[in-house]
């Protein structure tokens, strides 16, 4: 079996290489002024002995973990390919849950609401109704379509400039001397 060598051993100066003159005078300094003791660095750490262990390969015959692989005898858990999901034998939840049914149309257009009667209120004095004075008196909300319904009466004169307008609600502004024109 091979010695160690100790710090000293380690120490002694071996024999110089020429160098030139330059190099030569300030690696003499460095080496007179402390002996070289080694330090310890990342590479020479290793983990104490056992406490590394290899993983246990299950089901690889009896010398090893064998047979059951841990999974104890016979039961679903002990068998292979268990569906993900599966309950068991109780009715899966993706029948339990209800079919989608109907049809939703991908070209609806949806309008903001204003009734007659609510125009009645917003305007005591009539003028011109527009889907920026509606924003400003905060009927509706901006960047959205609006549309006046003939709900209510009307007793003022209006002239209206929206989206959209309903035959009901035209026929009432009409008749009480104002103007429908659409955006």
């Known amino acids: 079996m091979a010695e160690k060598k100790t710090v000293e051993e380690s120490t002694e100066k071996k024999p110089?290489?020429?160098?030139?003159?330059?190099k030569v005078a300030a690696t003499q300094e460095s080496t007179e002024s402390a002996p070289r003791v080694h330090s310890l660095k990342v590479h020479h750490l290793r983990p104490a002995p056992g406490a590394k262990t290899?993983?246990?390969?299950?089901?690889?015959?009896?010398?090893?973990?064998?047979?059951?692989?841990?999974?104890?005898?016979?039961?679903?858990?002990?068998?292979?390919?268990?569906?993900?999901?599966?309950?068991?034998?109780?009715?899966?939840?993706?029948?339990?849950?209800?079919?989608?049914?109907?049809?939703?149309?991908?070209?609806?257009?949806?309008?903001?609401?204003?009734?007659?009667?609510?125009?009645?209120?917003?305007?005591?004095?009539?003028?011109?109704?527009?889907?920026?004075?509606?924003?400003?008196?905060?009927?509706?909300?901006?960047n959205q379509l609006v549309k006046v319904l003939g709900t209510g009466d009307l007793s003022v004169k209006v002239d209206v400039k929206v989206h959209a307008v309903s035959s009901s609600a035209a026929e009432k502004i009409t008749a009480a001397g104002g103007t429908v024109s659409a955006l």
Not at 16 to 22: F, S, V, Y
Request: without cysteine; charged residues 30%.
């Open 16 to 22: 110089a290489r020429k160098k030139p003159a330059a």
């Open 54 to 142: 290899a993983r246990t390969r299950v089901g690889r015959g009896e010398g090893s973990k064998g047979k059951t692989a841990g999974r104890g005898t016979k039961g679903t858990k002990a068998r292979y390919q268990v569906k993900a999901g599966f309950a068991g034998g109780q009715l899966p939840l993706h029948m339990r849950l209800p079919k989608l049914r109907g049809f939703k149309n991908p070209f609806r257009v949806e309008y903001q609401v204003v009734n007659l009667e609510r125009l009645n209120e917003l305007y005591p004095e009539g003028g011109e109704v527009s889907v920026d004075s509606l924003i400003a008196k905060g009927a509706v909300r901006k």
